[in-house]
């Protein structure tokens, strides 16, 4: 498991949904971040509308997450307005994918409105982590969270 230099968000959001799966599969979970994060939705890897539909939800529903200072939850930046809601817990735990390892982000104590949804990223790259969106036990799409530079992450 290795964390990729030359990864970015342009080269996943041009990969398909093997690719992606392979990806996440090979990567270690690394620290769990802190503070803000750029989110980037990917709903229909490896199709044309995939540049274009992690734009709009950019722009209208979802931007990152903000991670607590102490790494134990987060609450989403949602809508145009960059509203800080829908609240999570954070811890590592074991993936839903391939039973190994992840920072899985929970919403099922915290929220009404996502309580069948769970989250588990892992570090791809330097200071960029990759993640499924479950629902259910169904994984419904992917996401990637950039850290900011001047953001720690331990």
């Not at 270690?28 to 980037?40: A, K, L, N, S, W």
């Not at 134990?72 to 993936?95: C, I, M, Y």
């Not at 996502?114 to 419904?140: K, T």
Request: proline content about 7%; overall charge positive; hydrophobic content about 45%.
């Amino acid at each position: 498991m290795t964390v990729r230099r030359d990864l970015t968000e342009t080269d996943l959001l041009g990969a398909g949904n093997t690719q992606l799966e392979a990806l996440f599969r090979a990567s270690p979970p690394g620290d769990i971040p802190r503070g803000p994060t750029r989110g980037t939705a990917i709903i229909t890897p490896g199709t044309r509308a995939t540049i274009v539909l992690a734009r709009l939800v950019h722009l209208f529903a979802w931007q990152g997450k903000v991670f607590d200072r102490d790494g134990r939850a987060l609450t989403n930046r949602v809508g145009p307005f960059d509203l800080r809601a829908v609240r999570a817990t954070v811890g590592p735990g074991l993936s839903w994918l391939d039973g190994r390892e992840c920072i899985v982000i929970d919403y099922s104590r915290t929220s009404f409105v996502a309580r069948a949804v769970r989250d588990e990223i892992r570090l791809v790259a330097p200071d960029l982590y990759f993640g499924a969106v479950w629902l259910r036990r169904r994984r419904v799409a992917w996401f990637l969270l950039r850290v900011p530079p001047s953001t720690p992450t331990a």
